[in-house]
């Protein structure tokens, strides 16, 4: 059971614009930055949003984060095939002297 | 540009202890604010935060975690190490190792990890 809840799967058509959600609480999103990572298949995680919504130099505008309260999301227009990934949301909780909570992940199929 | 390598045994017996080690390339460990960290994941799981480490030696770990995982630091040789004791199967995993950034918030810091290690699969059994 991760702390941070994400929607385990995840589908859009090339070209929609698909949204992933990820929910926390008070100790962790609500006072703290969101970080997205996008995981293609067999490979290692690659940092995709940090900071709620600044893309690190080479991520697509296509991707886009938002935050608000205790809840942040995932956007990706102009859905492209090679998109299909599991994606993560990642935040730091205040609690237990502090450390690193994941989302359990989405599955982005790209239909 | 910043390069993350783990290295380590590949397969580990039950009860006994699980030792990586990440070889930082490209720049100094020691040079820029930068935490660093090791992270797991199940085959066709989620990713599990184990724990950071300063080049002062500061840590956190995960509290699920703790009482078995040590980090540490080696500036001279630009690495930074996991032990993970009294291992089970539920140990079972690809480890990465990923360098820590941070941008500065109001009177805080916020942290990111920008650069993460290929992975290496670790099988705790007998």
């Known amino acids: 059971q991760s702390v941070l809840t994400q929607p385990p799967s995840a589908s859009g058509t090339p070209g929609q614009r698909v949204t992933i959600s990820c929910s926390g609480s008070s100790s962790n999103i609500g006072s703290n930055t969101v970080n997205w990572y996008q995981q293609l298949p067999g490979t290692a995680p690659k940092l995709l949003i940090y900071?709620?919504?600044q893309r690190p130099s080479g991520v697509p505008d296509r991707f886009s984060g938002s935050k608000s309260g205790t809840s942040a999301s995932l956007a990706i227009s102009g859905l492209q095939s090679e998109d299909e990934a599991d994606y993560y949301c990642a935040a730091w909780d205040d609690s237990l002297n502090g450390h690193v909570v994941f989302g359990g992940g989405t599955k982005l199929t790209v239909l | 540009q910043v390069q993350l390598q783990e290295s380590g045994p590949g397969l580990v017996k039950p009860s006994q202890t699980l030792s990586l080690t990440c070889t930082v390339s490209g720049g100094s460990i020691s040079s820029g604010s930068y935490y660093w960290s090791w992270i797991r994941q199940p085959a066709g799981k989620g990713l599990e935060w184990i724990g950071r480490i300063y080049t002062s030696g500061s840590t956190n770990y995960n509290p699920s975690l703790k009482s078995r995982v040590t980090i540490s630091v080696d500036t001279s040789k630009n690495q930074f190490s996991l032990k993970l004791s009294s291992v089970t199967a539920a140990d079972t995993a690809v480890y990465y190792c990923a360098r820590v950034s941070a941008v500065a918030g109001t009177m805080v810091y916020y942290y990111y990890m920008d650069v993460w290690g290929k992975g290496t699969t670790v099988t705790v059994s007998s």
């Open positions: 900071s709620n919504n």
